[in-house]
């Protein structure tokens, strides 16, 4: 028994032997390595430097995008004077520009860079239409812009650029962020919407693509400055032709005719433009044609052909309530220079001036907005009280004219039940 005990005690101290051997004797650990294992992790800090490399890079390639845009594109963008505001050269070799006013100037002249002026001769010239369309008698030196044929993906970059004739150049690069809605005039309703910053002096310069291509113009719409795509102008340059417009360029009035008339219509004077030959006239809104040159007229076309075929003074018969009224007018020269060829102050109307308008509500349907004037109702002086009806919940039974005064014109619309 005492033998087996000695022979467990030999075998435990030859274990503990062996263990402490092989802990001296163990090989060195290798140093620590000082390249990073395969599955660790980029930094936060390093993914923010290599993302503020690659966002240094591509700002430097679209500035060098912009630069070369801007070089290509400034022989496409002239300079119109007297009043300095810019035009396009269009591929047809017409100059497009955009009015600052609703008055016709006795002359006007386009150049670009050190080129000297060039008349602009057939103006087409529409009340309420933000540009006006013409050809200068010597652009053979005027680089056309090429037209874009379809808008750039949302988020495309697009710069704006006006000539610097009288000042210094201007290029404002900006992102698209999509089409909105405009208010510009009885024609225009949507608009460009991008982060190009607009001022006054901007109207008139021209947005291009990347590629060069011409997205549109900047122009003055009724309170606010707009871009309007070059697909919107091109489809309101090609109505310009139309007899309506013309009679409205030469006149600066339009006819109407009351909604859902029972029996034959009256042809109503639908707008008059302040400073044109209608207003010189003494036409107003709501007048009932019943003549021109002694021809009686009833419909639109009849009373657009009778004007037109006369250049020379027309003797107008009109009805107003309830006597009759005898008006002659002479048409607006084909070259621009207009009754009022010099823009001239306008003062508000003695009216009920409209403070708000409810979306949706009859009111803005019939083209109501804050800030007009309404004059009459009913072929009644407006009233507070009468507004305020027409404005509010109260439905009529049926449709209501009223004539309203928005700068440069005065309208008739219709309150409808």
């Not at 949706?360 to 009459?376: K, N, Y």
Request: aromatic share 4%; glycine share 8%.
């Amino acid at each position: 028994m005492q033998t087996r005990h000695r022979y467990i005690a030999v075998l435990a101290v030859i274990a503990v032997l062996i263990l402490v051997v092989g802990f001296l004797l163990r090989p060195a650990p290798p140093p620590a390595s000082k390249k990073r294992a395969p599955d660790e992790t980029v930094s936060h800090a390093e993914i923010e430097n290599l993302r503020e490399l690659v966002r240094r890079n591509s700002l430097r390639n679209v500035a060098a995008d912009f630069t070369a845009l801007a070089d290509q594109v400034f022989s496409q963008v002239v300079t119109v004077r007297p009043w300095g505001s810019g035009a396009l050269v269009m591929p047809d070799e017409s100059i497009l520009g955009a009015k600052l006013m609703d008055r016709p100037p006795q002359q006007l002249t386009i150049s670009s860079g050190e080129n000297s002026p060039h008349p602009l001769t057939s103006g087409v010239w529409i009340p309420g239409l933000p540009f006006f369309s013409g050809r200068a008698e010597a652009a053979t030196d005027l680089n056309p812009s090429r037209l874009a044929r379809a808008l750039p993906a949302q988020g495309s970059w697009l710069l704006l650029v006006t000539d610097g004739t009288n000042s210094p150049a201007l290029v404002s690069p900006g992102v698209l962020s999509g089409v909105g809605d405009a208010h510009c005039g009885p024609f225009i309703t949507r608009q460009l919407d991008t982060t190009i910053p607009l001022s006054p002096a901007t109207v008139g310069a021209g947005v291009f693509d990347l590629a060069g291509n011409l997205q549109g113009m900047v122009a003055q719409c009724d309170e606010a400055i707009s871009i309007l795509g070059i697909a919107e102008i091109e489809r309101l340059l090609s109505q310009t032709a139309a007899s309506g417009a013309t009679v409205l360029s030469r006149y600066g009035m339009r006819f109407a005719t009351p909604p859902a008339a029972n029996g034959a219509a009256p042809l109503l004077i639908g707008e008059v433009w302040t400073g044109w030959p209608a207003d010189v006239a003494g036409l107003q809104p709501g007048d009932a044609l019943l003549s021109v040159a002694g021809k009686s007229v009833s419909k639109i076309e009849d009373a657009t052909a009778a004007l037109l075929s006369n250049t020379a003074t027309s003797r107008l018969r009109l009805r107003r309530g309830q006597r009759v009224v005898v008006a002659d007018i002479t048409p607006m020269q084909s070259s621009g220079a207009g009754t009022n060829a010099e823009p001239g102050m306008e003062t508000e109307p003695s009216g009920v001036r409209v403070l708000h308008v409810a979306p949706g509500s009859s009111a803005a349907r019939a083209g109501l907005r804050a800030g007009d004037f309404v004059l009459r109702t009913a072929n009644l002086p407006a009233t507070a009280a009468r507004v305020q009806k027409l404005l509010g919940s109260y439905r009529v039974d049926a449709p209501v004219p009223a004539v309203i005064w928005r700068p440069g014109r005065q309208m008739l619309i219709w309150i409808m039940p």
